[in-house]
């Protein structure tokens, strides 16, 4: 079975740019999460989809991340405009019924 | 909201040793345990969890205890060999809500 799979894997980019992450889920996984890892800290869940619906995005810094699941399927998160402090690594992780979370390999984000 | 705390933040041993590592959490309604081993700059992978239900689960040298009373959950890695050194997450969750909330995590360095 294929893993979740994210692009792009780098992304070097100024602050006060806009920045957008891409995420394909394990075929037939309902449920997608978006988490942030600061270097040296646990990842943080930003967003929590089941299908194309928000099931908790609490810790999701609205005035400039967004995310969406259109179709249920892939996912895409944005950063607009982004700060020193995104810099991070975003991981992208899917389930199915059951609580097994499978990470995909992340995104690195500089801020510049 | 949940809080998982963990230690220590580091672990030094020696080949062949045993490495045990702690966490505690806040949320009694916490269900499901699991914990992910983190290579440099690689994906968090899953090793093992464990649900409430059960107090103790093994799968070879891997083994995870949980005292749901104190609140509180380890990893046992039996058999220490330099390939399980990586960074060691637990994490805790309500499975009706299914967000994971992760530990700062642990440094494991296995000496040869």
């Known amino acids: 079975e294929a893993g979740v799979a994210q692009s792009p894997r780098y992304k070097i980019i100024e602050k006060r740019q806009s920045v957008a992450f891409w995420c394909n889920p394990i075929?037939?996984?309902?449920?997608l999460y978006w988490y942030q890892q600061i270097l040296g800290q646990g990842p943080k869940l930003l967003i929590q989809?089941?299908?194309?619906?928000?099931?908790?995005d609490s810790q999701l810094p609205k005035d400039r991340f967004s995310a969406e699941r259109l179709k249920g399927v892939d996912s895409t998160l944005k950063i607009q405009p982004a700060k020193l402090e995104d810099s991070a690594v975003y991981l992208c992780?899917?389930?199915?019924?059951?609580?097994?979370?499978?990470f995909g390999p992340g995104t690195r984000l500089l801020v510049l | 909201g949940e809080n998982v705390e963990q230690h220590p933040s580091t672990l030094s041993v020696q080949e062949g040793d045993s490495a045990v590592i702690k966490c505690t959490y806040s949320?009694?309604?916490?269900?499901?345990f699991p914990w992910y081993k983190q290579e440099l700059g690689k994906r968090p992978q899953l090793i093992i969890d464990?649900?409430?239900?059960?107090g103790e689960k093994k799968d070879q040298r891997i083994a995870v205890t949980l005292n749901k009373t104190a609140k509180h959950f380890s990893l046992h890695i039996t058999e220490t060999q330099p390939e399980d050194s990586a960074v060691y997450f637990c994490?805790?969750?309500?499975?009706?809500?299914?967000?994971?909330?992760f530990g700062t995590g642990t440094r494991l360095l296995v000496s040869p």
């Open positions: 992780a899917s389930s199915s019924q059951g609580e097994t979370q499978y």
């Open positions: 075929s037939g996984h309902a449920t």
């Open positions: 989809f089941q299908n194309n619906g928000v099931v908790d």
């Open positions: 949320d009694s309604a916490s269900n499901y």
């Open positions: 464990i649900r409430s239900n059960v």
């Open positions: 994490a805790a969750s309500n499975s009706g809500f299914q967000k994971l909330v």
